[in-house]
Each structure stands twice: as C-alpha cells, then as structure tokens.
C-alpha cells in the first residue's frame, strides 16, 4: 500500500473518531450525572486533532442538543448543560496546551465557574428573584407529588423523614438556601479535577506529543501549604462552638471548612493513591478501593489530606519500603 492510497484511509479513521466523540458529547450532555464529564470527549479532541476542529465539532453539537431540546425534550436544561460543558472544554484544553500546571488550572477555572454562578445570583436577586421562595414552591410541589404517588399512599412510614422535611416549607428552604451553594461549590472543584485526572492519565494514548507536559502524578504529589493548618483550626473552632459565639458563625466555619476541605480532600486521595501504587494494589480490587472510600467515606480523605500535613504519610511508606528491600 502506498503513501497516497493510506493518507484518504488516515483521513477517515480520524473523521470517525472525531465523530464519536461528537456523538459521546452529545449523549453525555443528556443526562444530570453524565453531564459533570461532558466536557471530556471535546478535551481529547481539541489535544488529538486540534483545538479548531474540536471546538467547531463541539458548536455543532450544540446546534443539535438546541434542536433535540426543543423537539425532543421540550426544555432548555439540557442545552444549557452543553454550553456550559462546551465552555468548560474550551477552558481546560486551552489550560493543557498552553502547559499550564493542573492544579494552577483547577484552581482558575473553579475560581472563575464559582464568581460566575455568584455573579448571576447576585444580579438574578437585585432583579427580584428570591431563591427561598423558588425553593420553597419547589419544596411545596415536591410534596404534592410524593402524596399523588401509589407508592406513598402504600408505604406512608418510609416517606415519614421526607414527608417531615416538606411538611415545613419555610424552614427547609433555608436549610437548602444554606446547603446547596456548599456543594455546588464541593462539586465544581471536584468535577474540574476528575477530569484532569482523568485525562492526565490518559492522554498520552492520543494526544498530540506537543501537549505531553504533565501526568496525573502532579495531581497526586499535591500538598496544601503548611500555613492553611491555621485558618482551618480558626474555622473548625468556629463550627464546633457555633452555640456559644451564637450569630453566623456556625455557619461561617461551615464555608470556611468546605472551602478548605476540597482541597485536602484532593491531597487525601493522592495519599491513598500513592499507599496503592507503593503496595501494588491493582486491577478490580484497586478500582472497588477507590470507588468505595470516594462514595462512603470523602471524610475520611479529606482527615487524611489534613493529617498528612503533620505526618507525611507518602514519605513514611516510602522509607519503610526502602528499608524492607535493604
């Protein structure tokens, strides 16, 4: 076979696989949960063809989740999703090669996301919108659902602690007013750094050799700077002591917690990660640990990341290795 006759046959495998990853972004956007990782399939485009045809790719989609959303779907939500996915694409890719360091580009892009969402907030309440009660009629309508429900009229008793929470409209939609904006902000970050992770880990399968800068391992030797221990110790005392300094400042440690405790929590897992390379865990039995200790115990990496401040635990398990092997 000759150089010309493989060029055309080069040419269409990319085209297809620059369409399935069009087709990835477009079912991704679809759903709540596949929506966090949407931007994935447009970021190994732009780092494996380019970023012209990535983002031209990507535009295209979003002219076809338009049309579905007004067809299909009969809402907006879901091309929502994919300009702000589409968005978040751009911004990472645009982070990755130009080689800017990982966690520098988690921190401006969730920095930015989070102003964003707070600038909207600010203008959406200076123009009249009150979310406690957009809440609270989404509480209300919640609760004329569940009753609507067979299953409610069925099983009242396992409805009890849901039914108890809507039954006080008012009073739960501060609880939530307080709450959501703490994970939204938790889940920002996080999703931010999952896909670098992810990609970081792979990409070296399929992106351009240009872009080979970095590897998940600048992700994983992350450490806080020793000095954030003392705000932490401030916040924490303002949390458990919340009754006695009476007031919002409960509520403030809470903030002050959260938004320190993303990033340990980001340093907890690569000290897990780094236990699990040093003992050879790998495979399934890798996979289920992680998977396991993310979903039930994000406490327990955050306690880890924190602790590892004082202890550095990736350091001790490496000098008991050495001094096993000598």
Same mark, same amino acid.
């Given at each position: 076979?000759?150089?010309?006759t493989?060029?055309?046959i ?11 990853m ?7 956007n679809?759903?709540?949960f596949?929506a966090?990782f949407a ?20 535009v295209?989609c979003?002219?076809?989740?338009f049309? !579905?959303?007004?067809?299909?779907f009969? +809402?907006?939500q879901?091309f ?13 890719s645009?982070m990755m090669?130009?080689g ?9 892009i969730?920095? +930015?996301v989070?102003a964003?969402f707070?600038l ?8 009249g919108? +009150?979310?406690?009660s957009?809440?609270?009629? +989404?509480?209300?309508?919640?609760k ?6 067979? &299953?409610?009229?069925?099983n009242k ?7 108890e929470?809507l039954n006080?409209p008012k009073?739960?939609?501060?609880i ?9 902000y938790?889940?920002i970050?996080?999703?931010?750094w999952?896909i670098f992770y992810?990609v970081?880990?792979t990409?070296?399968f ?5 872009? @080979?800068k970095?590897?998940e391992d !600048? ?10 221990i003392?705000p932490?110790?401030v916040? @924490?005392a ?6 006695d @300094? ?16 993303v990033?340990y ?7 897990l990660?780094?236990?699990l ?12 640990i ?8 994000p406490f ?7 602790? &590892? ?8 398990t490496?000098?008991k ?6």
């Amino acid at each position: 076979m000759n150089i010309e006759t493989k060029k055309p046959i080069q040419e269409q495998q990319s085209n297809m696989k620059l369409i399935m990853m069009g087709l990835m972004y477009f079912i991704f956007n679809c759903g709540i949960f596949t929506a966090l990782f949407a931007p994935v399939p447009l970021i190994v485009a732009s780092l494996s063809f380019g970023r012209s045809k990535a983002y031209t790719l990507g535009v295209f989609c979003l002219g076809c989740l338009f049309l !579905a959303s007004m067809m299909i779907f009969q +809402s907006y939500q879901v091309f929502s999703l994919g300009v702000f996915s589409y968005l978040m694409a751009i911004a990472i890719s645009e982070m990755m090669i130009r080689g800017i360091a990982p966690m520098k580009s988690i921190l401006i892009i969730g920095s +930015s996301v989070c102003a964003f969402f707070a600038l909207t907030t600010f203008v959406s309440v200076n123009q009249g919108f +009150s979310p406690a009660s957009y809440i609270e009629r +989404s509480l209300t309508e919640t609760k004329k659902l569940i009753v609507e429900n067979k &299953d409610y009229q069925k099983n009242k008793e396992n409805f009890k602690p849901v039914m108890e929470f809507l039954n006080a409209p008012k009073e739960s939609a501060q609880i939530v007013l307080k709450t959501v904006p703490l994970y939204a902000y938790a889940s920002i970050f996080l999703s931010i750094w999952g896909i670098f992770y992810f990609v970081l880990k792979t990409y070296h399968f399929y992106s351009q050799p240009k872009y @080979l800068k970095y590897s998940e391992d !600048a992700l994983k030797n992350f450490r806080m700077s020793d000095y954030f221990i003392f705000p932490v110790a401030v916040f @924490l005392a303002m949390y458990v002591f919340s009754n006695d @300094l009476g007031g919002n400042w409960g509520y403030i440690g809470q903030i002050g917690l959260f938004a320190f405790g993303v990033f340990y929590f980001m340093q907890g897992f690569g000290v897990l990660m780094a236990y699990l390379d040093n003992f050879k865990i790998v495979g399934f039995f890798r996979t289920f640990i992680v998977i396991t200790i993310f979903v039930l115990a994000p406490f327990f990496l955050c306690s880890l990341g924190l602790f &590892d401040t004082w202890f550095d635990f990736r350091k001790k398990t490496k000098n008991k290795l050495s001094n096993k092997k000598l």
